[in-house]
């Protein structure tokens, strides 16, 4: 049974709500850290430096949202897959998730949807990430400088340097005045 997309973001959203709270964090790094081993209320407490009535509604909390397993007075556990599938929901929402999918040699140069690394100018793969970003640009015609970063901040740090690997690789031609961007060549339908 598939989950929806909303109800991914939803659960995901779950997750950090319940980690934001200091103490909960705090607790579930704890029991993290202790691995297997798991921590009783009494072992989490004194490591928190909390009372053990804390410690037991911190874990209460984590149990009841997926993220530890135990109950009572006895050992409790982080459960990791849960942040691990929060982590995949968010990274599925992310705009170019969808056509990085047709790029499967480029994902090295992401990570949870961002770029991180551009590859060396002379690279076939300098080539595809343009490629890729006209793509997720689908330009139809003529747009601010603006436009263009505001596009591009969805998915890098790094703006002008992605905006200069597009025309550079022609991808994206730019007026004289360097002030407004249109595609530069026709995409082809991505292989499959």
Not at 47 to 53: E, G, H, K, W
Not at 59 to 79: E, F, I, M, P
């Amino acid at each position: 049974m598939s989950v929806s997309p909303s109800a991914d973001a939803a659960r995901a959203a779950e997750i950090l709500a319940q980690l934001s709270a200091p103490q909960r964090l705090a607790a579930f790094a704890e029991l993290v850290k202790r691995g297997k081993e798991g921590a009783t209320l009494a072992e989490l407490a004194y490591a928190l430096d909390v009372p053990v009535q804390q410690a037991g509604e911190a874990c209460a909390r984590l149990t009841g949202a997926g993220l530890a397993t135990g109950t009572g007075n006895g050992v409790y556990r982080a459960d990791l897959d849960a942040v691990r599938q929060a982590v995949r929901a968010v990274d599925r929402m992310q705009p170019i998730t969808p056509l990085l999918a047709e790029y499967p040699n480029l994902k090295g140069f992401f990570a949870h949807g961002r770029l991180t690394a551009l590859p060396p100018t002379l690279s076939d793969r300098y080539q595809q990430i343009g490629e890729l970003f006209a793509r997720f640009l689908a330009l139809d015609g003529l747009h601010t400088e603006d436009e263009i970063n505001r596009r591009l901040t969805a998915v890098t740090d790094d703006v002008a340097g992605v905006r200069r690997m597009l025309v550079e690789t022609g991808w994206l031609e730019r007026d004289r005045a360097g002030t407004t961007y249109g595609p530069g060549r026709p995409l082809s339908q991505p292989a499959r």
